[in-house]
């Protein structure tokens, strides 16, 4: 099996978006964070042997990375045919296998699967789409590790409570985004997210 310094190297060798769709908050998760959010999934037992589902995968780092480390199936779902086609690459440079490609908003996708992973729009630009992703994700998954601007800890845990789940961990990370669209004026822009993991309450 990789470490996670392996896991990392193979990460950065990934395509990203050849031109990001602002709407969408198309930003590409970076190899570091991707690799250090799916080790924290793998080391909870989330990951290896599981089915999981990649929500709104872009070109696909979080969902081939559990391929990776062992998944048993991955479920990429994304609505952008762009997106999709670089993700179709990355599968084929890093020779991935048991997976699916679902060409679909996530609203319309419906299978149960052990473990969710998404770095979803933030909802900066279209209103509640992190919520959308959230709404799905807690429907077919037990197990759901996401990322999330840092200051939304509190209506995450209330959204997550309504929805009968449990943040059971959270971490810190500061996403580095590459000046990929207009409206960020810096070279390198910098957000602090949070990676949640929740899990079906018990009681
Ligand atoms: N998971 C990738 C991409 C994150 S960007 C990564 O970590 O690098 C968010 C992605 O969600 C974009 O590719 C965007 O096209 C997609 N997306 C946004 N809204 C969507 C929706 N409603 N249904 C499906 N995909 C969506």
Redesign the pocket.
Do not use: C, F, K, W
């Given at each position: 099996m990789l470490s996670r310094a392996q896991l990392a190297i193979q990460l950065s060798k990934l395509k990203v978006f050849e031109k990001a769709?602002e709407w969408?908050?198309?930003?590409?998760?970076d190899s570091e964070n991707?690799a250090s959010m799916l080790w924290n999934a793998y080391m909870l037992g989330d990951i290896e042997n599981k089915i999981v589902a990649?929500?709104?995968?872009?070109?696909?780092?979080?969902g081939i990375g559990a391929i990776l480390l062992g998944a048993k199936k991955v479920y990429f779902?994304?609505?952008?045919e762009k997106?999709i086609k670089v993700l179709k690459e990355n599968l084929d440079l890093l020779n991935c296998s048991n997976y699916q490609i679902i060409h679909?908003?996530?609203?319309e996708f419906n299978k149960k699967v052990d473990t969710v992973l998404?770095?979803?729009?933030f909802g900066t630009r279209?209103k509640h789409?992190d919520k959308?992703f959230l709404n799905k994700a807690f429907s077919i998954a037990d197990l759901v590790h996401s990322f999330h601007l840092a200051t939304s800890v509190d209506f995450l845990r209330k959204f997550s409570l309504d929805h009968h789940k449990i943040i059971t961990h959270s971490w810190n990370f500061e996403l580095q985004l590459k000046q990929t669209q207009k409206h960020h004026k810096r070279k390198v822009h910098r957000t602090n997210v949070i990676v949640v993991r929740t899990a079906q309450q018990t009681t």
């Open positions: 769709d969408s908050e198309q930003y590409p998760t991707a990649d929500l709104g995968a872009g070109t696909g780092i979080l779902v994304e609505r952008d997106a679909s908003d996530v609203s998404m770095n979803p729009p279209e789409a959308t």
